[in-house]
């Protein structure tokens, strides 16, 4: 099944400011990817990444033979408002899945 990222642009901005914030975040971003694939894979899902319109965070489609399967968004934290919401998040910046 494939991965589809709707903008390569941001999509490399995206990990250089993981890169740039620093270890802790992006491991963050990667572990997320990391998840995001293994759902995709696990499942024989395709993926769709799809910018957000918070800098920097995606939303994510899971699709099967054409039909949504699931879908969320995965968020980056402690840049910016994002409305929405963390429990027990992180104190440096940081993403998270959110579906």
């Known amino acids: 099944m494939e991965i589809e990222i709707t903008d390569h642009k941001k999509f490399r901005a995206t990990v250089q400011t993981a890169k740039e914030l620093?270890?802790?975040?992006?491991?963050?971003?990667?572990?997320?990817?990391?998840?995001?694939?293994?759902?995709?894979?696990?499942?024989?899902?395709?993926?769709?990444?799809?910018?957000?319109?918070?800098?920097?965070?995606?939303?994510?489609?899971?699709h099967k033979d054409g039909v949504r399967k699931l879908n969320g968004g995965m968020i980056l934290h402690g840049l910016e408002q994002t409305f929405s919401v963390e429990l027990d998040g992180a104190s440096y910046p940081h993403w998270s899945l959110h579906t």
């Open 22 to 62: 620093g270890d802790e975040s992006k491991q963050s971003l990667f572990k997320c990817l990391r998840s995001l694939n293994e759902i995709r894979r696990c499942n024989d899902y395709d993926l769709q990444l799809i910018p957000d319109f918070v800098k920097y965070s995606w939303g994510f489609c899971f």
